[in-house]
């Protein structure tokens, strides 16, 4: 019985382990993709800068310099953004040009 308890104590902790694992992992960044900075439109960022905080979705304005969205590896220095000084997306957040 105590040998029954112990696996059944160990399953669980591992199960755990697991989901915690996975919960971590899954907001890394995705395989192939890239944080591209001012290229999100307003409220479709996948998380901004502000404050160090997690915040998809918060992006208060289109190309915010602060707020990035995942796009395909390669391509961010390629996409337009009106509010970047390059007028592309930036690999870094910037502050946005009037």
């Not at 199960?15 to 395989?31: C, G, M």
């Not at 996948?46 to 915040?55: I, L, V």
Request: charged residues 20%; positive net charge.
């Amino acid at each position: 019985m105590k040998n029954t308890t112990s696996i059944s104590i160990a399953i669980a902790m591992g199960a755990a382990l697991s989901i915690a694992t996975h919960s971590a992992q899954s907001e890394d960044k995705p395989v192939g993709r890239e944080k591209c900075f001012g290229v999100s439109l307003k409220g479709q960022n996948d998380c901004s800068t502000k404050g160090g905080a997690s915040c998809a979705g918060s992006a208060v304005k289109d190309y915010q310099g602060d707020a990035w969205k995942f796009v395909p590896k390669g391509t961010c220095e390629n996409t337009a953004s009106p509010t970047s000084p390059t007028g592309k997306g930036q690999l870094a957040k910037f502050q946005e040009k009037n």
